[in-house]
């Protein structure tokens, strides 16, 4: 069965500053999800990463996707607080070429301070 | 706006009764997927279809959930004899060929009284 983690499941960070959060999976795969949501809200998507060592990037933050590693990142670059928000990966075992069900992670949810 | 369209917003019922919600995926989508989101978690994979066939369902799915889609393209999700741990957001995505990921609704919360 797919696991997937992320950490930290809560971050707390003064704007300005770096910080990364972490997704880690147990089963291969080259196909992983970043999404976005708000409290009360639905989710956003925010990156899609489709193969071993592929890198986006938009505005302050990066994703990246090491699939031997079984490890995504997605970095923070001098948070701002428009950031505040809880941020899932999600993994995608279809290699069909359609994304197909998700297994999501747990979340991280980012609260940037002033 | 063309993106997935969920129906209702929020749903209060009372234990035992009976809930549809319904959910429009985006037009050119051939993929319809229902999710469960409850507090503090990710979303959970329910069900899913490819047009209108119903591929997979998740063991999360009781006897007391079914999902429909009848001309492959909106869809519906029914909660038969509600129980209190039913309550949570029911989110609805949509995909299509070309690996860019799931397209999600604004969800229906769900609250079981």
């Known amino acids: 069965e797919l696991k997937v983690e992320q950490n930290p499941l809560f971050l707390s960070m003064q704007e300005g500053k770096n910080y990364t959060i972490y997704c880690n999976y147990s089963t291969t795969s080259d196909r992983l999800y970043w999404y976005r949501q708000d409290p009360g809200k639905s989710l956003e998507s925010l990156f899609v990463l489709l193969s071993n060592g592929a890198v986006k990037q938009e505005g302050r933050l990066m994703a990246s996707l090491d699939t031997k590693a079984r490890l995504s990142t997605l970095h923070i670059t001098a948070a701002v607080h428009d950031l505040s928000a809880t941020y899932f990966c999600a993994v995608d075992l279809d290699n069909t070429g359609t994304a197909s069900k998700l297994t999501f992670g747990t979340g991280t949810r980012l609260q940037v301070t002033l | 706006d063309t993106g997935v369209s969920q129906d209702p917003r929020h749903k209060i019922t009372k234990r035992g009764q009976n809930v549809t919600f319904r959910c429009d995926p985006i037009s050119e989508h051939n993929r319809l997927y229902w999710y469960r989101q409850t507090l503090g978690q990710g979303p959970e994979f329910l069900t899913y279809?490819?047009?209108?066939?119903?591929?997979?369902k998740s063991r999360l799915l009781s006897d007391r959930f079914s999902a429909e889609r009848p001309k492959g393209s909106f869809s519906t999700l029914e909660i038969q004899r509600t129980e209190q741990g039913d309550s949570a957001m029911y989110l609805c995505?949509?995909?299509?060929?070309?690996?860019?990921?799931?397209?999600f609704g604004s969800g229906t919360q769900l609250s079981v009284l």
């Open positions: 279809f490819q047009n209108e066939a119903q591929l997979e």
């Open positions: 995505a949509s995909s299509y060929h070309g690996g860019q990921g799931l397209f």
